[in-house]
């Protein structure tokens, strides 16, 4: 089971830098989400979404929207990144990953709205990702995506994945990256606040 404690989501936010340096904010997603959720998934363009979901879909389902609001369900989390657009919050990509806990790794998923492609969001998304996957104690991360999906693969590729055949999906391939960051830099809030759980949880910080 993951360390987070999710009373409060906004400690677990953070700060990051598009290439052209534009502020990011990478929150999990809350409830008021809803609509600019599903307005951000409408937005995308047909093969966006073909890509995300591996199929053709218009918006998100109501079952599956219902499921990505939901944040720490079976070890299950959703983030959005977030920024400033004509004095709005806009969400601008996403992210959705789950903990194997038996297997110690981290599956995940991404997108990043048509318009803001190209600037090094998913870039720095991914790393944040593997970040909070550190912080939940996962040793690996994967994701899987169509072998059509050139941008994704040479993504991956650039940030460190080695690639294998898809178990289940000849349509698939697999990407998968053992975890190395390092604990003296410690780069997200997750990572942070479960560091300073477990020095209170520790026997010789009471001692």
Excluded at 48 to 60: D, H, P, Q, V
Excluded at 66 to 94: C, Y
Excluded at 158 to 176: C, M
Aim: proline share 3%; with cysteine; net charge neutral.
């Amino acid at each position: 089971m993951s360390t987070l404690r999710l009373e409060d989501l906004k400690q677990y936010s953070d700060a990051l830098r598009t290439r052209q340096g534009e502020a990011i904010n990478v929150r999990f997603v809350e409830p008021r989400d809803t609509e600019e959720l599903q307005h951000y998934f409408r937005s995308l363009s047909t093969r966006s979404r073909y890509n995300r979901f591996f199929g053709a879909i218009s918006e998100l389902p109501k079952g599956l929207l219902h499921d990505f609001l939901q944040v720490g369900e079976r070890e299950r989390f959703t983030v959005v990144a977030t920024k400033m657009v004509d004095g709005f919050e806009t969400i601008v990509a996403e992210a959705r990953y789950a903990l194997h806990a038996e297997t110690a790794t981290l599956e995940f998923g991404l997108s990043v709205d048509d318009r803001w492609q190209g600037h090094g969001i998913a870039t720095a998304l991914m790393k944040n990702l593997e970040c909070r996957a550190a912080a939940l104690g996962a040793e690996h991360m994967f994701g899987d995506t169509l072998r059509s999906n050139e941008t994704m693969i040479s993504l991956a590729r650039k940030s460190g994945f080695a690639f294998v055949n898809h178990p289940d999906d000849w349509k698939l391939v697999r990407f998968d990256k053992e975890i190395a960051v390092a604990p003296k830099d410690i780069p997200c809030a997750s990572w942070r606040l479960a560091a300073l759980s477990r020095q209170a949880d520790s026997p010789s910080a009471s001692a």
